[in-house]
C-alpha cells in the first residue's frame, strides 16, 4: 500500500517524516511494524495541540489505542511531557489525567490506577482533569485513552463548525443584522480562525522511531497543509 510505500521511505531516511490521512488503525500498526517503537514505549499515541484559554493544551492520545492500560496511559503522560516541554519551552509542564470528576475516587479502575502511577512518576501531575478542563484548566497536557480521546476530539470540532453555522444564520436574519456583521467582521473573522478544526490538522503519531503524522480522513486543501 502506499502507506507502507511512504513509512518504508522514513525508516530508509528517504523521508524525514510520513503524512497520511488514511485508516488511523492500519497507520498505527503499520508504523509500529515497520519503524518500530523507541525503548520503554509500548504503544505509539496521537498528540495534538488544542486552542485554549492560556495557550494550547497538548492532548493525548486522539485515537490510536482503543483500549489502554494504566501503564500505558503513563508512558502517554511521559510523552506528552517530553513534547509540552519542548514546545512550549517549559520545564516541566503541568499534566492531568482525563476523568469524570476530579475526586480521587472518580472514573474507572484503570484511570484511578494510572492516576496513582502518575503521583509517583516524577511528573508534574496535577491530578484528574474534567473535559471542560482541556480548555480552562491551568494544565499543559492532557492524558486520556484514545477512544475517550477521539470522541472528544470529534466532539470539539463538531461544536466549531456548530457555532460558525449558528453565527452565520444570525448575520443574515435582516439587513441591520447584516450591517452589524460588516462591522464586526474583522472580529469575527479572527474568532472563526482561532476556532478553525482545520488550523489543528495534523497529530503527530509518538512513541516511534520515525515522524508519522496523521490528518483527518476528510481534510480539505488547508487542513491538509497544515499536517
Do not use: W
Not at 520503554?40 to 488544542?50: C, E, H, Q, T
Amino acid at each position: 500500500s502506499s502507506m507502507r510505500v511512504a513509512l518504508e521511505l522514513v525508516k530508509a531516511n528517504e523521508a524525514d517524516a510520513c503524512v497520511s490521512a488514511g485508516n488511523t488503525g492500519a497507520l498505527m500498526a503499520t508504523a509500529r511494524y515497520v519503524l518500530k517503537t523507541l525503548p520503554g514505549i509500548d504503544r505509539p499515541a496521537i498528540i495534538s495541540a488544542l486552542p485554549a484559554l492560556t495557550g494550547p493544551t497538548y492532548m493525548l492520545d486522539l485515537g490510536a489505542n482503543v483500549g489502554c492500560t494504566a501503564e500505558h496511559l503513563l508512558q502517554f503522560a511521559l510523552m506528552g511531557s517530553v513534547i509540552a516541554s519542548d514546545m512550549l519551552d517549559v520545564e516541566r509542564p503541568r499534566v492531568g489525567l482525563l476523568n469524570i470528576g476530579q475526586e480521587d475516587i472518580k472514573g474507572n479502575e484503570i484511570v484511578r490506577e494510572a492516576g496513582e502511577l502518575l503521583a509517583q512518576s516524577g511528573l508534574n501531575y496535577i491530578g484528574f482533569v474534567e473535559g471542560d478542563g482541556i480548555f480552562h484548566a491551568e494544565v499543559d497536557v492532557v492524558v486520556t485513552d484514545g477512544f475517550v480521546g477521539n470522541v472528544a476530539l470529534k466532539t470539539m470540532e463538531g461544536v466549531a463548525r456548530l457555532i460558525a453555522t449558528f453565527m452565520r444564520q444570525e448575520f443574515r436574519k435582516s439587513k441591520a443584522r447584516v450591517l452589524q456583521g460588516l462591522v464586526a467582521k474583522s472580529a469575527l473573522d479572527a474568532i472563526a480562525e482561532r476556532v478553525d478544526p482545520r488550523r489543528y490538522n495534523g497529530a503527530s503519531l509518538v512513541g516511534l522511531n520515525g515522524i508519522v503524522l496523521k490528518s483527518h480522513g476528510g481534510a480539505d486543501e488547508v487542513a491538509f497543509e497544515n499536517a
